[in-house]
């Protein structure tokens, strides 16, 4: 009796440890997955206050204006007021950068979408299927 007990609590510790595993691995991979966010998140401390907002209109396969000049903090709102949809993407096309937490962004037809500055530099944003439709963006401290 003792000895089939035994042999049914292989299978059950067995099975215990596989779930353990599972459950690290798990964790693991979403540790690492935001490590970047991490290191963002000290790197640039956290906004606060009223900051200015600056919108990019995109109007007959163009972006006005081109470019826009902003500081730490500031918001971008991107907007589509032309007929087709929009997938707007952070980099230059086929090589893009995530920026706030976006590499892309559908925006439909009379959408818009809105990406907080808070990485200071100079960026660029175009629309992934036409990749003319672009703007730039410089962030200052």
């Given at each position: 009796?003792?000895?089939?007990?035994?042999?049914?609590?292989v299978p059950v510790l067995i099975f215990t440890g596989i779930i353990i595993l599972m459950v690290f691995t798990i964790w693991g991979a979403i540790w690492v997955s935001n490590i970047d966010k991490?290191?963002?998140?000290?790197?640039?401390?956290?906004?606060?206050?009223?900051?200015?907002i600056h919108k990019a209109v995109i109007e007959g396969d163009k972006v006005a204006p081109r470019h826009t000049n902003a500081k730490r903090c500031d918001t971008l709102v991107i907007t589509n007021t032309d007929e087709q949809p929009r997938i707007i993407a952070f980099g230059v096309h086929d090589e893009h950068v995530t920026y706030d937490g976006v590499t892309e962004r559908y925006v439909s037809p009379e959408g818009e979408f809105e990406v907080r500055?808070?990485?200071?530099g100079s960026f660029r944003?175009?629309?992934?299927?036409?990749?003319d439709v672009t703007g730039t963006f410089t962030v200052s401290q």
């Open positions: 009796m003792m000895a089939k007990r035994n042999k049914m609590l991490r290191k963002a998140a000290a790197k640039f401390p956290p906004c606060t206050g009223k900051h200015a500055l808070i990485e200071p944003f175009h629309d992934h299927n036409e990749e």
